[in-house]
């Protein structure tokens, strides 16, 4: 199994959100040592640029927002499920992100690699219950993906960039 070695390019800064739990502050650069991310930028269901891969890079931009660890769900004002400890919202953030746009046509990791991604931010941050996420995210993660595909909102992505676009 191979492991990233990950290196933060970026101050990596969150706030808590209200329809999700939580919302990225700023941009986010991460570097995967070993990975061949390719060149493209992944765009939302409103057209704005959320995340950009080069090389072994990814920034993922500001306004960005997740739910952490899955299942999570909203009750009222407080979420429930899974719970995301501080040593876990970088990864959560990445597995998140790389997933909503793993099955556009640019994208180029495959979703065990992008859990592999998941551990190996949690191994480096020393989280103890770091395999246990993982087993989790490998038996559940499509299950949980197919239940939020029904409200999934359609993504897009974009190859060829040159580099200096964002």
């Known amino acids: 199994m191979k492991f990233p070695f990950y290196g933060l390019i970026s101050t990596f800064t969150y706030k808590l959100g209200d329809q999700y739990r939580f919302v990225l502050l700023g941009n986010l650069t991460v570097r995967f040592f070993g990975y061949d991310l390719g060149y493209a930028s992944y765009l939302d269901q409103n057209n704005k640029v959320r995340l950009v891969t080069k090389g072994d890079s990814i920034t993922i931009f500001s306004g960005y927002a997740w739910d952490g660890n899955s299942p999570a769900i909203k009750l009222g004002d ?20 790389l997933c909503q746009f793993r099955k556009t046509s640019c994208f180029k990791l495959s979703k065990k690699d992008i859990d592999q991604i998941f551990l190996g931010i949690m191994l480096q941050n020393r989280f103890k219950l770091a395999h246990l996420y993982y087993r989790a995210v490998r038996m559940f993660g499509e299950f949980y993906a197919f239940l939020g595909s029904f409200r999934a909102n359609k993504v897009t992505c974009s190859e060829n960039l040159q580099g200096n676009e964002y």
């Open 78 to 97: 407080r979420f429930y499920g899974t719970p995301t400890p501080d040593s876990t919202v970088l990864s959560s953030l990445v597995h998140d992100c």
